[in-house]
């Protein structure tokens, strides 16, 4: 299955900034971003619907802003005020449709952020 194309990790500061990017297009139901880290499990970080309608973990609110361009070609994730136990492997997604499951969803190939002193 083709990979959806994202970018943007690396290695920040506690209270830095990155600014995550992927690839969508067609029809959907969300998209977003889901984050692992090592011996951890896979978790939603934040996702947008086809209407706008944006949400995110508890963790991760009044920090990450999720949003699509005009033309919902691109999504992009604001990260701000960065803590240590955001560093993770981010994997972008879609999904299709709500009935579309988990292991249904289309991936991006994962963008390692580590937000270290």
């Known amino acids: 299955q083709v990979q959806l194309a994202e970018s943007g990790g690396g290695l920040v500061q506690p209270g830095g900034s990155l600014r995550l990017t992927c690839s969508v297009s067609?029809?959907?139901?969300?998209t977003g971003w889901y984050r692992q880290a090592p011996g951890k499990e896979r978790e939603l970080v934040a996702a947008i619907t086809r209407n706008g309608f944006a949400n995110y973990a508890n963790s991760v609110k009044g920090r990450f802003n999720i949003d699509r361009d005009n033309a919902e070609k691109t999504v992009y994730l604001e990260m701000n005020s960065l803590k240590p136990e955001d560093t993770g492997v981010y994997y972008c997604?879609?999904?299709?449709?709500?009935?579309?499951?988990?292991?249904?969803?289309?991936w991006g190939q994962g963008t390692q952020v580590t937000v270290s002193s």
């Open positions: 067609g029809a959907l139901y969300s």
């Open positions: 997604f879609i999904r299709r449709t709500f009935m579309t499951s988990l292991n249904e969803y289309e």
